[in-house]
């Protein structure tokens, strides 16, 4: 079974702090994600990144950074933490061919007081 | 600019009710059409998938419909069960990239 794992369950961080999210997955997967989930909005992407030091852009990248030094780490990174980036903070990775199944980690809840 | 949209928000059936979930939207470009299921304190996972060269499919209990002209797809749950309460994800995306498009998800809850 693929296995998505997010380091932390939960985290609470204070506004202006640089927050790391890690995220690491054990299939070779070549393409990994980064969404937030808002009650009413849905999973919004984030970062996506297609190989290693690679990454695109998704709906809601601004305040967001991503890096990918290794091909099973995705890292996400809030360079200042704002009190609206207080969010759940998912992560997946799929198989490179197109149309593939995404397997997504149990989440990140991030609180920033 | 949403680009799938998914109601109701929420929904609520007794046990062996058919609950069901409907999405639109609007990129022609998309051909694949996947549902994920997400419980409380875990990530989504892949419930069932579809693509528009066919109009259902079906999987157990779980049977997508789709209607490629009206560009809407909708996930039918057959004789819903308690343990089926969860919240409901639809998605689409094109060969052109590998990011889904979700709507904003749909939490069902079904009483026993």
């Known amino acids: 079974d693929v296995k998505v794992t997010q380091s932390s369950r939960y985290l609470v961080k204070r506004t202006g702090e640089k927050v790391f999210l890690e995220c690491v997955q054990d299939?070779?997967?070549?393409?990994m994600f980064w969404y937030r989930q808002d009650p009413g909005l849905g999973l919004r992407l984030i970062y996506f990144?297609?190989?290693?030091?690679?990454?695109e852009k998704g709906d809601i990248p601004e305040g967001y950074s991503v890096s990918r030094e290794k091909k099973e780490r995705f890292s996400l990174i809030l360079e200042s933490a704002s009190t609206n980036q207080t969010s759940m903070y998912l992560c997946?990775?799929?198989?490179?061919?197109?149309?593939?199944?995404?397997?997504f980690g149990d989440g990140t809840r991030l609180s920033i007081l | 600019q949403q680009q799938v949209k998914q109601s109701p928000q929420s929904l609520i059936v007794q046990k062996g009710g058919i609950p069901i979930i409907n999405c639109a939207y609007e990129?022609?470009?998309?051909?694949?059409f996947p549902w994920y299921q997400q419980f409380p304190g875990k990530g989504s996972a892949l419930l069932i998938a579809?693509?528009?060269?066919?109009s259902e499919k079906k999987e157990g209990r779980f049977t997508i419909s789709f209607n490629k002209s009206a560009k809407q797809f909708s996930l039918h749950i057959m004789d819903s069960q308690p343990g089926d309460s969860a919240t409901y994800f639809c998605?689409?995306?094109?060969?052109?990239?590998?990011?889904?498009?979700f709507g904003k998800g749909t939490t069902l809850s079904v009483s026993s």
């Open positions: 997946a990775s799929s198989q490179g061919v197109v149309n593939q199944p995404q397997h």
């Open positions: 299939m070779d997967h070549e393409n």
């Open positions: 990144s297609y190989d290693v030091k690679m990454k």
């Open positions: 990129n022609t470009a998309f051909d694949y």
């Open positions: 579809i693509r528009p060269d066919v």
């Open positions: 998605a689409a995306s094109s060969q052109a990239g590998t990011a889904l498009i």
